[in-house]
């Protein structure tokens, strides 16, 4: 069965403090691996798609990167503002969407 | 430009009553989803338009639940008969082209309340 699996639930960084999300998935045939960003109150903001093993993108502080079982996020001294929940998403059989459960990120001043 | 839009942004509906739940997605995108989000969960889907044509409608949790997007834009979901688990998130999404292997763009959601 499809399935996606973020880790950890929950992160407090200090501001400046390096870190990395953790999304693993199981899927027949990746088509895609999406991150998003959310706010609460809000609906999820698109980040990056990663489409095949090895592949890297990059924006601002957050860097995400694809192995064949997973991705990672990685956040680059971190600031208040990059506090959200992080989810990570792939396309499943027909035209479903999986996501993973998030990873809410809170950066102290 | 304008994002994906929803409406109303709160609704309060009294178990057995049918709610409507309104999405403008952005002008010519293909592509529309309908997912449910329950409080500190992620989205889980229930249904995708491309065009006018439902082309899955797998996630739908019970025949209570309807959607349709008559003219390839603007689509409703509809829920009949409302129950207390029915109290989540609804967000809508679109996507310039045809297909889940590209980005999705949401937009604010609907909260249903059943009470």
């Known amino acids: 069965e499809d399935q996606v699996t973020q880790s950890p639930e929950a992160l407090r960084l200090q501001e400046g403090e390096s870190s990395s999300l953790n999304c693993s998935y199981t899927v027949s045939g990746l088509r895609g691996l999406f991150w998003y960003r959310q706010d609460p109150g809000k609906g999820p903001e698109f980040l990056f798609t990663l489409y095949s093993a090895g592949e890297e993108k990059e924006k601002e502080r957050l860097k995400a990167t694809l192995t064949k079982k997973e991705s990672f996020l990685h956040i680059t001294a971190p600031k208040p503002e990059d506090s959200a929940t992080y989810l990570c998403?792939?396309?499943?059989?027909?035209?479903?969407?999986?996501f993973g459960t998030g990873t809410s990120l809170t950066v102290i001043p | 430009g304008a994002g994906v839009s929803q409406s109303p942004r709160y609704k309060v509906a009294k178990r057995g009553q049918d709610v409507a739940l309104r999405c403008d997605p952005i002008s010519g995108h293909v592509s529309l989803f309908w997912y449910q989000q329950a409080l500190g969960q992620g989205p889980e889907f229930l249904t995708y338009?491309?065009?006018?044509?439902?082309?899955?409608k797998s996630g739908l949790p019970s025949d209570r639940f309807f959607a349709e997007r008559p003219e390839g834009s603007v689509s409703t979901l509809k829920i009949q008969r409302t129950q207390q688990e029915d109290s989540a998130v609804y967000l809508c999404?679109?996507?310039?082209?045809?297909?889940?292997?590209?980005?999705?763009?949401f937009g604010p959601g609907t909260r249903l309340t059943v009470t």
């Open positions: 338009f491309q065009n006018e044509a439902q082309l899955d």
């Open positions: 999404a679109s996507s310039p082209r045809g297909g889940d292997s590209y980005e999705q763009y």
């Open positions: 998403a792939v396309p499943g059989a027909g035209n479903q969407f999986y």
